[in-house]
């Protein structure tokens, strides 16, 4: 009897292995590529994948408007996806446009940059096309022999009292410095990414600088954002290792006070958001108000490693030598 039920096992067994399903293995799915987006006061917006690009603020002349030149260049991880590759950087300048410009002022309006200003001579033989910048007609020139590495693209557009201009330039990583100079690889993904950051660029509001209406109802607050023009990390000789952020820039008026101060940690990057109150009803001067503030970074338990401290698109880097 034993040996029978022995059998009848065995055979069930069998019987179950023969009729498992092998379901084929899922394969993970890459994550989607996050996007940046920036916003500035001079009344546009634009975005930028983190993974490769960072923003800072670029030398501006007196005529560009605040927040002044904003670059969206290469950041390191090019340098180990693809060394010595060409790559592009994007600057943007906002200027009044006070000579009453329009497009019809072709030479004008492009050799008389705010980023690169050049020869009018150099737009001989050109071929300027007349593009759209976010629903704007605009103006375009490709490859002038301008600089060390010349200009790969120029766009200027007109947008209410405001002359827009976007320039790209050839951007070369500079990869391992021990190994030798190779000339580096123009290749069609790198371009066509600079031109997928290009195409997100919009315009934001109607007019910059309006003042706010005397006739707001009494005791309604304005919230908003500090307009922030640089940052700088300071690590202080301690252990466990503490570090400020010290965050530069301007209030929009008289009346604008720093209401709250929001500190998030995702990866390897502290975010920083400066918000701003204001008494909608008060009447002040429409001036920008500077301001500095040194705020302590969240660094108990972190790694040694790198580090970027992110605020308004405005990013500073530092190094954490020992766990903490």
């Known amino acids: 009897m034993r040996n029978w039920f022995t059998v009848c096992a065995l055979l069930l067994t069998l019987l179950l292995a023969a009729c498992t399903v092998h379901l084929p293995a899922v394969q993970p799915q890459p994550a989607a590529e996050e996007w940046k987006l920036y916003r500035a006061d001079s009344g546009y917006e634009i975005q930028y994948p983190l993974s490769t690009y960072s923003m800072r603020t670029g030398i501006s002349g007196p005529e560009v408007l605040f927040p002044g030149v904003k670059v969206v260049e290469p950041n390191d991880s090019f340098a180990y996806r693809e060394p010595r590759a060409v790559?592009?950087?994007?600057?943007?300048?906002?200027?009044?446009?006070?000579?009453?410009?329009?497009?019809?002022?072709?030479?004008?309006?492009?050799?008389?940059?705010?980023?690169?200003?050049?020869?009018?001579?150099?737009?001989?033989?050109?071929?300027?096309?007349?593009?759209?910048?976010?629903?704007?007609p605009a103006l375009r020139v490709d490859d002038l022999p301008v600089g060390p590495a010349g200009i790969t693209t120029q766009i200027v557009a007109i947008?209410?009292?405001?002359?827009?201009?976007?320039?790209?330039?050839?951007?070369?990583?500079?990869?391992?410095?021990?190994?030798?100079?190779?000339?580096?690889?123009?290749?069609?993904?790198?371009?066509?990414l600079v031109e997928q950051v290009i195409a997100t660029f919009q315009f934001v509001g109607d007019e910059i600088g309006v003042e706010e209406p005397a006739s707001a109802p009494a005791?309604?607050?304005?919230?908003?954002?500090?307009?922030?023009?640089?940052?700088?990390?300071?690590?202080?000789?301690?252990?466990?290792?503490?570090?400020n952020?010290?965050?530069?820039?301007?209030?929009?008026?008289?009346?604008?006070?720093?209401?709250?101060?929001?500190q998030r940690f995702t990866g390897d990057t502290f975010y920083i958001e400066i918000i701003t109150v204001r008494d909608a009803s008060a009447m002040c001067a429409q001036v920008l108000v500077p301001f500095e503030e040194s705020i302590p970074l969240d660094m108990a338990g972190l790694p040694a490693g790198d580090y970027t401290v992110e605020v308004d698109g405005v990013q500073a880097s530092f190094e954490l030598a020992v766990d903490n």
Not at 245 to 262: N, S
């Open 87 to 136: 790559v592009y950087k994007l600057s943007v300048a906002v200027t009044e446009n006070s000579a009453g410009l329009t497009l019809e002022d072709t030479e004008q309006l492009l050799a008389n940059s705010q980023i690169i200003p050049y020869d009018l001579a150099l737009l001989e033989n050109k071929s300027i096309e007349q593009i759209e910048l976010g629903g704007e």
């Open 159 to 192: 947008h209410g009292p405001f002359v827009y201009e976007l320039m790209v330039e050839p951007h070369q990583l500079t990869g391992n410095q021990a190994e030798p100079y190779v000339e580096g690889k123009v290749t069609p993904e790198n371009r066509a």
């Open 219 to 243: 005791g309604e607050t304005v919230v908003g954002q500090a307009l922030v023009d640089g940052v700088e990390v300071q690590l202080l000789e301690s252990f466990p290792v503490q570090a």
């Open 245 to 262: 952020a010290v965050v530069r820039g301007f209030l929009r008026d008289a009346c604008t006070e720093i209401g709250e101060i929001r």
